[in-house]
C-alpha cells in the first residue's frame, strides 16, 4: 500500500524547521518528507490542508487497563491510593476484564495522538491481545516476581516470563517488543529482584520498573537496603539491560549521574506525580545531563487519563514556574521527550520523528479551530494550544486506524459498554 498525505504542514520532530507539502509512506515506511517525486503513484490519499503532520506520540510508562479505575480514589495519600483503594480493586479483575479495559486505554490514546505506549500491569497476555488488536506499536512488561500475600516468600516465575517474551517480541510485524516488569524495589526483596533482572539479561530484554516515586518509597529503601531506590536498583542488576524507570522524583545528584552512567531512560509523568502530592522529576537536570527523559501519563487511576498532550503542556509550564525561567524546557524539547526520547526508551529507534527510513507513526492535527488559530509555529501549538480532540487522523506502521476521528478497527461504543459493566463489579 502506498499512501500520499498532501497539503500538511509538517513537523518533522521538536525543534525542527517546519515545512508545507506531502508524506510519502510505502508499506510501513516513510519514504519522502515535504517533496515527493511526481512518479510516486498513490494507492491511497489523504488531504491534509489545514492539518498539522508530527510524529505520533509515544507513552513511555501507562497501566492502559487501569482506566476502569478512573475517578475511583482521588484526593488520598500515595499509600491510601495504593494500598487502600487500588490493590484492593485490582483482585477482583479476571483476564477478560483486563482485555477490554486495555482496550479502553487504547482507544483513548489513539483518540489523543499517541501511536507507542509501553504498559506494565496484571494479566499481560490480555494486553497483548488488545494491542495486536488496536494496531499500535507497544513494549509490554510482564511481571516474573510472584508475592505470596500470606507472607510465605516471593518467586520469579521463569518459565512463564520466558514464555511470554517468546510469543511476543517482535510480534505484528515488530509493532510489539517485551520486557520485563519489576513493580518497584520497596515492594520485593533483594533476592527476587537480583533474580529478575538475571532472567532479564538471559533473554536479551529490558526491564520496566517504578523509581523514586514518593518519599515513603525513600525511607522505605533506605531502611530495607541502605541506599537509595536508583542505587539499589542498581546493586541488583537492574540497570545491565534498558531500563525504564517511571517517576524518578526523589533523586539527588548521585542518583542522577547513575542514571546517565546507566543509560537508563527516565519518564516524567506530571499528573500523576502532582495529583498524588508526590512532587514531579528534576526534568531540567536529568536533560542537561544528556539523560534520555521521556514522558509518560501513568494509569487512570492517578492522573485521570491518557492524554500526552497534557503532559506536554504541564512539563512545558511546571517547570518555568519552579525555575523561574521561562526559557527552561522549552517546546522543542517537550515535543522531543514525547516522540523521539520515548521510542529510543521503548526500543523503537525509527520512531519519533517525520524522516525517511522512519516507520510511518504519525497523526494530523485539525488546526482549523479558534483555539489554535492562528498557527504561528506548529511546534509552540503542539505544546501550549493543542487538545486531545483536534487529533483528526492516527496512521500506525502505515496503516490508517483513526480518520476523521472514526476508529478503523475498534467498535468503541462496546468496549465502553464492557468497561461500564466490569467498574460495577470491581470498584464497589
Given at each position: 500500500m502506498k499512501t500520499l498525505i498532501k497539503n500538511a504542514t509538517i513537523l518533522p520532530a521538536g525543534g525542527e524547521t517546519t515545512v508545507t507539502g506531502s508524506i510519502a509512506i510505502e508499506g510501513n515506511i516513510l519514504t519522502h518528507i515535504g517533496s515527493v517525486p511526481e512518479?510516486?503513484?498513490a494507492d491511497r490519499t489523504i488531504d491534509a490542508a489545514g492539518m498539522i503532520a508530527m510524529p505520533g506520540l509515544v507513552?513511555?510508562?501507562?497501566?492502559?487497563?487501569?482506566?476502569?479505575?478512573?475517578?475511583?480514589?482521588?484526593?488520598?495519600?500515595?499509600?491510601?491510593?495504593?494500598?487502600?483503594?487500588i490493590i484492593p480493586a485490582e483482585s477482583k479483575l479476571t483476564e477478560d476484564d483486563v482485555y477490554w479495559c486495555a482496550l479502553?486505554?487504547?482507544?483513548?490514546?489513539?483518540?489523543?495522538?499517541?501511536?507507542?505506549f509501553a504498559d506494565m500491569y496484571l494479566h499481560m497476555e490480555s494486553v497483548a491481545r488488545a494491542a495486536l488488536e488496536t494496531g499500535m506499536r507497544a513494549n509490554l512488561s510482564f511481571g516474573p516476581i510472584i508475592s505470596d500475600v500470606r507472607g510465605n516468600g516471593l518467586i520469579v516465575e521463569m518459565d512463564k516470563c520466558a514464555d511470554f517474551v517468546s510469543r511476543w517480541q517482535g510480534k505484528a510485524n515488530g509493532r510489539i517488543k517485551t520486557c520485563l516488569e519489576i513493580h518497584s524495589v520497596y515492594l520485593f526483596d533483594a533476592p527476587s529482584i537480583t533474580g529478575a533482572a538475571r532472567l532479564a539479561k538471559e533473554l536479551e530484554v529490558g526491564i520496566h520498573i517504578h523509581l523514586s516515586e514518593s518519599d515513603s518509597e525513600l525511607a522505605r529503601s533506605r531502611e530495607m537496603y541502605g541506599l537509595t531506590p536508583v542505587a539499589a536498583a542498581d546493586s541488583f542488576g537492574v540497570f545491565e539491560v534498558p531500563a525504564i524507570a517511571a517517576h524518578c522524583v526523589k533523586l539527588d545528584e548521585t542518583d542522577i549521574a547513575l542514571l546517565k552512567q546507566k543509560g537508563v531512560s527516565p519518564v516524567h509523568c506530571p499528573s500523576s506525580n502532582l495529583k498524588l502530592g508526590n512532587g514531579f522529576a528534576p526534568a531540567p537536570r536529568l536533560l542537561n545531563e544528556g539523560v534520555n527523559l521521556c514522558l509518560g501519563t501513568d494509569g487512570c487511576a492517578s492522573n485521570n487519563n491518557l492524554n500526552m498532550f497534557e503532559e506536554m503542556h504541564l512539563a512545558a509550564l511546571i517547570h518555568?514556574?519552579?525555575?523561574?525561567n521561562p526559557q527552561v524546557l522549552p517546546a522543542s524539547q517537550v515535543v522531543r521527550m514525547a516522540t523521539e526520547n520515548g521510542g529510543k526508551a521503548l526500543g523503537f529507534s525509527d520512531v519519533g520523528r517525520l524522516a525517511p527510513g522512519y516507520k510511518a507513526d504519525l497523526i494530523l492535527i485539525n488546526a482549523n479551530q479558534a483555539h489554535l488559530c492562528p498557527v504561528n509555529d506548529p511546534c509552540s501549538a503542539v505544546v501550549y494550544s493543542v487538545q486531545a480532540g483536534d487529533v483528526d487522523t492516527v496512521v500506525i506502521d502505515g496503516e490508517v486506524v483513526m480518520r476523521g476521528r472514526r476508529l478503523?478497527?475498534?467498535?468503541?461504543?462496546?468496549?465502553?459498554q464492557k468497561v461500564c459493566g466490569i467498574a460495577q463489579r470491581v470498584c464497589d
Open positions: 512518479s510516486f503513484t507513552n513511555a510508562h501507562v497501566h492502559s487497563p487501569m482506566c476502569v479505575f478512573r475517578n475511583l480514589a482521588d484526593d488520598l495519600s500515595f499509600d491510601d491510593w495504593l494500598f487502600g483503594k479502553l486505554g487504547m482507544i483513548e490514546m489513539i483518540k489523543s495522538g499517541t501511536t507507542c518555568k514556574g519552579d525555575s523561574q478503523a478497527k475498534i467498535d468503541e461504543a462496546q468496549v465502553i
